[in-house]
């Protein structure tokens, strides 16, 4: 669906909500999924738990914590656009989720619809609204004392780079950082999320660095060169790059990928679990 067909209420953001950006959100949560379940462990989501996703995209993360939590559970999704918010309730009702709430919402307008709360899971989120403390003081109001917020977001977006340099992939990362920022997000939001939630009142119980290292052929290599293919055309329908421009740095991507001593860095995330007081 190009932007000129969405829904007269659609509300995109930088990244857009196409179909290739679906299939792209799809990848990227399979890829992560075996850190992210890890993470849910570690935080003590389990089975019977009431738990948010804030921010959930086409609900990937959602539909996996509504299995963790089985149906005694529950899983409350809020979204902001209308046309991930239908791909989610379908997919809900076609799995027939009986336990799983999709709401369209947007995070920094309305008030969450929960409260007590035993979880919230927060991914790629926060880096995209113009108020991350608003968000997370919301997310503490949905929260129970005890209960655990558990948020991946960049910390180090610059650390996206192939090896050896490639100037236009460099460009490209500048480019991506530059559009979030005029689009009111900061990439790199993670350097002041310990100071927020300690500021919203949660006590920080763990952290930790997650990062990639692929090679051309493996099929993580998907995720950092992907997300070039995808938000490529997305810069140019946002007037931001031209054609040349594009075409030089596919022209650099496939030479990198047809290079055996390529390895992909991708950006640099930092994983939080934050406990409410
Ligand atoms: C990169 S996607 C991540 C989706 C999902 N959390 C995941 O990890 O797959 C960012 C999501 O944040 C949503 N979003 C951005 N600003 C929002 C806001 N103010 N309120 C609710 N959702 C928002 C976007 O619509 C998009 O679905």
Known sequence: MTRMQQPAEERDYVLGT?????????????????RVREAWLAAGIGPGQRVLDAGAGPGFATLDLAELVGPLG???????????????????ARRGLHHVHVRESDLMLDAIPATGLDAAWCRWVACFVNDPALLVRRVHGALRPGGVLVMHEYVDYGTYRCLPGRPMIDAFVQEVMRSWRQDGGEPDIARGLPTLLHGAGFR????RPLGLAVRPGEPAWNWPAGFIRTFTPRLLELGRIDAAWADRLLL?????????????MTPLVLELVAERL
């Open 18 to 34: 196409h179909d290739a950006e679906v299939e792209r959100l799809a990848f990227q949560h399979d890829l992560w999924r075996p």
């Open 74 to 92: 529950q899983v409350v999704a809020l979204e902001r656009s209308r046309r991930y918010v239908n791909l989610l309730q379908g997919e809900v």
């Open 204 to 207: 920080l119980v763990s952290s």
């Open 252 to 264: 650099e991507l496939a030479q990198a990928e047809a290079d055996p001593a390529a390895v992909f």
